[in-house]
């Protein structure tokens, strides 16, 4: 089943180009429940749903305008509300596989109900076309870039002053490249290679800038966008093929580095009745 499943949804968006393997991988799991749709023998459309979220809606293109796609919606949050949920939502929570709507796709979503509370743009960069050059940037006149080798705690102290949510990440020993002014943490970057995601099998190997920010005061003095260039340029000669960013809401930022957007998502939600009990992914 898992590669029908496949099948179809490369049909759907050819431009992920995942094996079956990697798609049962992120998303056919223990916690998914799949509702299918044929037609004579056929596959001819299929939701997969996990906990409150709606991870994924496929309709083979031949057979869409003909009500499946409401169908298999209305199947989906059926189910969703039969395991006590009260409000469903677009996409998931994992990092491999998109966590809202395509944005071509949104359009059904809302008018089928589902409301917008927010979105992203996941971007990448083939690495080929990617050369540093420090001249274009202003970074380095004012601080130092390289691997962060100091106390874990001080780097989770200006990790808090960008977003609180992140300091989980920043674990004792993580990678993270730093740029340092004066000895003070000015900006970082967790870095991960091979990151085994959707894009994997479409470009190769995948490498990842994360969790990128830079502390308020150091802001406008152009540190952070080089440390990301510098960070794409290591991954390049880490033998990575693309740098792909994921989850940002900065995305002409990213442009300047001639990052271009994979995919714009929305996270959308509906609420059902109230007396089932809701769940936040």
């Known amino acids: 089943m898992t ?6 949804f490369c049909s759907c968006y050819p ?3 995942m094996t079956p393997e990697r798609f049962g991988s992120l998303l056919v799991s223990g916690d998914s429940h799949v509702i299918t749709h044929n037609e004579s023998g056929v596959l001819t459309g299929f939701v997969i749903t996990e906990g409150a979220a709606l991870r994924l809606i496929c309709v083979a293109p031949e057979h869409r305008h003909r009500g499946i796609g409401r169908l298999l919606l209305s199947e989906a949050e059926g189910y969703i509300a039969s395991q006590g949920f009260r409000t469903v939502f ?13 944005k071509a796709s949104w359009g059904f979503f809302e008018g089928q109900g589902y409301t917008s509370v927010g979105g992203c743009d996941e971007m990448l960069i083939r690495l080929k076309d990617f050369t540093f050059d420090e001249s274009r940037f202003k970074g380095h006149k004012t601080a130092r870039y390289g691997w962060y080798n100091g106390d874990p705690e001080t780097l989770r102290k200006a990790v808090a002053e960008v977003d609180e949510d992140w300091v989980q990440y920043f674990e004792d020993g993580c990678r993270c490249y730093a740029a340092t002014v004066e000895g003070e943490t000015a900006s970082f970057c967790l870095v991960s290679y091979d990151a085994q995601n959707y894009l994997t099998d479409a470009f190769g190997r995948v490498g990842m800038p994360g969790c990128v920010g830079t502390v308020p005061k150091y802001r406008g003095k152009g540190i952070g966008i080089e440390l990301v260039a510098r960070v794409t340029e290591h991954l390049k000669n880490e033998g ?7 989850f940002t809401g900065v995305a002409d930022w990213y442009r300047k580095l001639g990052y271009e957007v994979f995919v714009t998502e929305v996270f959308g939600r509906k609420d059902f009745d109230q007396n089932t009990k809701e769940e936040t992914v």
């Open 3 to 8: 590669g029908e499943l496949c099948k179809l």
């Open 15 to 17: 431009q992920f180009n």
């Open 90 to 102: 677009t996409g998931g929570v994992s990092s491999r596989f998109l966590i809202g709507a395509d």
């Open 240 to 246: 990575m093929d693309i740098s792909f960013i994921f």
